[in-house]
């Protein structure tokens, strides 16, 4: 509002989008019977129309300098006081200005218009070159009362004005937040294959049982950092595009891949056990490796809070019209207040301890879903454990858009899921 109220460019600006101030001014005319209606951002040096209905074809356009006589007479509205003159040719006041006159005025209201801040800003004002009846209570009345209203819609306009920039700015802040993860992670990627290289072919030359051991719980962590930046650069690309990409094919044995995925899990947790059913025998159109992710995280996320003495239960089989992936593990149920935000971003189980990855298994596998034209959803209870449902469609499904990634770098669009091996250095 502040600068509103030193500049007065911005001033008239601001009125120029206030639809209802055009409707007041007519409304002015009419009852008044005068010709001529105006707002005025009034300084210490000058009046400047900020809104006109000018039925005396006088010219005078909004932005212009607004001057009624040359002496002081009518300028002493500066006062911040109302002024209503009915007949200016015999009223004592202003008899004596006569030849001063810019535009031919007779009949003259003005009323000051005072910002909710009790900040003056100007004078809503009326004239016309004959005598008008228009010192009644209720015609000043109703200047008093559309001054009070042009100064609240102003007030209100410049509020929404200011957080509209509050918003851009708050949206530009993410974006160069979510560039940064992006390129960072991407940039991670070339030392951990450097470590794991390293540690790989420390593994073929060693021979002291220790430092073998030293070796591969490297790969492992160098295997689980991968994996962590790729949950953020998926999570940067979902936010910065229209979601995570998806390549859809047609994929006609998804049984073996799937299995692959629980094998992985199964063979890193040989202390739990996975019961897996996959019925699938029909071909699905899907991005497979996309599919194994989700999979991965939703089998990796049971393990993590399933009870240990229970096995997590893999189902995949397709209906009619979906593909639908069930995982179920038992163990402590999701508070029903925490259901709503589970596949929000960084969001963890309140009940576990384990403080394992960035909170973004769920979420990817919310927008893997998503970009597939399906949905994802979780049961939990104590009865009856806790239950992830995915379901795909499998009808024909229009081709996905990509995700925009225009603002990245080459090097970061570039990216694909990959794990990390010494294959990447032959």
Same mark, same amino acid.
């Given at each position: ?57 006088? &010219? @005078? ?51 000051? @218009? ?29 200047? /008093? ?27 530009? /802040? ?74 859809? /094919? ?23 056990? @996975? ?56 163990? !402590?149920?999701?508070?029903? !207040? ?35 034209? &399906? ?52």
């Amino acid at each position: 509002m502040e600068a509103i109220l030193q500049d007065v460019t911005k001033a008239v600006a601001a009125f120029g989008r206030l639809d209802v101030v055009p409707t007041l001014l007519a409304v002015l005319r009419e009852i008044t019977g005068m010709r001529f209606a105006a707002v005025a951002r009034v300084t210490e040096k000058v009046w400047t129309v900020c809104a006109v209905q000018d039925g005396l074809q006088l &010219g @005078i356009e909004v932005g212009a300098p607004f001057v009624l006589r040359t002496n002081l007479a009518f300028q002493s509205q500066s006062t911040r006081a109302p002024i209503i003159v009915e007949q200016a040719s015999t009223d004592p006041r202003y008899r004596t200005d006569a030849g001063s006159t810019v535009y031919p005025v007779e009949s003259y209201i003005s009323v000051p @218009i005072f910002l909710p801040n009790a900040r003056y800003f100007g004078n809503l004002c009326a004239f016309d070159p004959r005598p008008m009846s228009i010192s009644g209570p209720q015609v000043v009345s109703m200047f /008093t009362r559309f001054a009070a209203l042009i100064a609240s819609q102003l007030e209100h306009h410049v509020e929404l004005e200011h957080e509209h920039r509050e918003l851009l700015d708050e949206r530009a /802040t993410s974006e160069l937040r979510e560039q940064f993860i992006a390129i960072l992670g991407h940039d991670l990627r070339n030392p951990l294959h450097a470590v794991y290289a390293s540690s790989d072919k420390l593994q073929r030359k060693l021979t002291d049982p220790d430092l073998l051991l030293l070796a591969a719980r490297i790969q492992t962590n160098v295997k689980r950092m991968s994996a962590l930046i790729d949950d953020v650069l998926d999570f940067a690309r979902g936010r910065l595009g229209a979601g995570i990409e998806v390549e859809l /094919t047609e994929v006609h044995d998804i049984t073996t891949g799937l299995t692959t995925v629980v094998q992985e899990l199964q063979d890193a947790q040989p202390g739990c056990k @996975i019961i897996s059913s996959i019925d699938v025998n029909r071909s699905v159109r899907c991005d497979l490796g996309r599919l194994q992710q989700a999979a991965s995280n939703l089998l990796a996320n049971a393990l993590t809070h399933g009870r240990p003495d229970t096995p997590v239960k893999f189902t995949v089989h397709a209906n009619e019209t979906d593909l639908v992936l069930e995982v179920w593990n038992a163990g !402590e149920p999701i508070p029903p !207040e925490s259901i709503g935000k589970i596949f929000a971003p960084f969001w963890r189980h309140s009940v576990s301890a384990s403080r394992n990855g960035l909170g973004l298994g769920l979420h990817i596998c919310s927008q893997i879903a998503r970009a597939h034209g &399906g949905q994802i959803s979780v049961s939990s209870s104590a009865a009856h454990g806790t239950l992830f449902t995915a379901r795909l469609p499998l009808g024909t499904l229009p081709k996905v858009k990509q995700s925009s990634m225009e603002k990245l770098p080459d090097a970061v669009l570039s990216h694909e899921r990959q794990v990390i091996s010494p294959a990447n250095y032959a």
